[in-house]
């Protein structure tokens, strides 16, 4: 049995692509815990960026609950409220190599699928010239949020985070599962 008391939080990290909100839906899926993805909070209609108090209010919200999985970066409002509460931090962590494939792909899906996401917005074809659109995104800043997140973590702020860094997809089944064993499963 999961500890009742001590219910995880998990933030799942990664560039665009890397695949960040299927794992933590998931992982949360198997741990019944609630599952954030932080895309549908800062993205209101009409692609509308939310404004900061409003990102953190619902951040804190999240953050207060005993347990919970949540997907996304922005680091200026994640590090200081779902990291500092923050059991544990899973980055994938992939090449681009990984990530520009599958970031093509499922642009392309939602733009022939015009498939509804967070606020009902849509990715529109027109947005592929934008600098922020997820594959002009995951190409430009996999590097630097890498260095990013490396020397946030070299910093010592965060050491009491349980850090799960993977570098491939095939390395995510199984530390998915070593995790939710090792939360689900703890000793009597």
């Keep these: 049995m999961r500890d009742k ?40 209609p009409g692609w509308t960026e939310a404004a900061e108090p ?11 609950q005993p347990g919970w999985v949540a997907d996304g970066n922005y680091f200026a409002e994640a590090l200081p409220t779902l990291w500092t509460r923050a059991t544990h931090l899973v980055w994938l962590d992939y090449p681009h190599r990984v990530v520009m494939p599958r970031v093509i792909r499922r642009s392309a899906w939602r733009l022939l699928g015009r498939a509804t996401l967070w606020n009902g917005n849509r990715e529109r074809w027109r ?3 934008d600098p922020g659109h997820p594959v002009r995104y995951a190409w ?19 050491s009491e985070l349980e850090v799960i860094r993977l570098r ?15 939360l689900s499963c703890r000793p009597r």
């Design 54 to 64: 409003a990102m953190r209010q619902s951040l804190l919200a999240l953050a207060e």
């Design 5 to 44: 008391l001590n219910p995880p939080r998990i933030v799942v990290i990664g560039i665009s692509g890397a695949g960040k909100t299927t794992l933590a839906r998931r992982l949360a899926a198997r741990l019944g815990l609630p599952h954030l993805e932080l895309d549908a909070v800062y993205w209101g």
């Design 127 to 129: 947005n592929l010239l």
């Design 140 to 158: 430009r800043m996999l590097l630097p949020r890498r260095a990013a997140i490396e020397a946030a973590l070299a910093s010592g702020l965060w």
């Design 168 to 182: 491939h997809p095939a390395e995510a089944e199984g530390a998915l599962d070593r995790l939710a064993r090792s």
